[in-house]
């Protein structure tokens, strides 16, 4: 069983839709929880990090942590064609884990928001 | 931008060569991170240095290898290269606490 798992998609929505992304992991030892963006052929780039269980919102963004049932979610509303990327779930154990820092990432959803 | 170079953007080489991929991490990050990120295993990380020290290893190949020098640029060197090695190679700073980390542009090696 892979410690993250995240549909792969591809998802396709209309320009305006509310699109939501989601992935389970599966070690509850995991603290910090991170969304990640990567437009082709580049480098990804980190839009929501979130500590522990709770929502946090960015503009458009809101990522939500469920510890209990080990599922985060990450919300874009009135999404458009520039958000049309892959979007990477990533988990991390945090400092306190014997520094070992490794980011472990899900499969990514690639998201197709056409016009 | 991320504030994250790496360098070079592309390189093409073949089976059995050696390479250099060069990062420097953000201006006061302490942390470099690797990762290998290829169609079908998706981002792997590789390997974390902290301060010249490195910290941690993941699903890194014995035919790899990695330093940070005292200016906390980092190199990452492929050996004995082979087909299966082509891959888009990421590095990431962070401030080594691993609650975010910011990603380069990446290395596209092709090996042929």
């Known amino acids: 069983q892979k410690e993250v798992e995240q549909d792969p998609g591809p998802l396709s929505v209309p320009e305006g839709a509310i699109v939501s992304l989601n992935c389970t992991y599966s070690?509850?030892?995991?603290?910090?929880f991170m969304w990640y963006r990567q437009y082709s052929r580049k480098g990804p780039e980190l839009l929501m990090y979130?500590?522990?269980?709770g929502n946090k919102e960015d503009g458009r963004f809101t990522a939500q942590v469920d510890k209990s049932s080990k599922y985060i979610s990450l919300f874009i509303r009135d999404s458009q064609p520039s958000d049309s990327a892959t979007y990477l779930c990533a988990v991390n154990r945090g400092l306190y884990s014997g520094g070992y820092n490794k980011l472990i990432f899900g499969a990514g959803t690639r998201l197709a928001v056409h016009p | 931008d991320s504030g994250v170079t790496q360098t070079p953007k592309h390189l093409i080489t073949a089976t059995g060569q050696r390479v250099t991929l060069r990062c420097s991490p953000r201006?006061?990050?302490?942390?470099v991170y690797w990762y290998q990120q290829s169609l079908d295993q998706g981002l792997q990380f590789l390997i974390q240095y902290y301060n010249g020290e490195e910290r941690a290893k993941g699903n890194i190949l014995e035919r790899f290898s990695a330093q940070q020098f005292p200016d906390l640029h980092s190199e990452l060197n492929l050996s004995s290269l082979e087909l299966g090695d082509s891959a888009l190679y990421f590095c990431a700073s962070g401030q080594g606490a691993g609650e975010t980390q910011y990603f380069g542009p990446g290395t596209r090696l092709l090996v042929l």
């Open positions: 070690n509850s030892a995991f603290q910090y």
């Open positions: 979130t500590y522990s269980s």
């Open positions: 201006s006061g990050d302490l942390s």
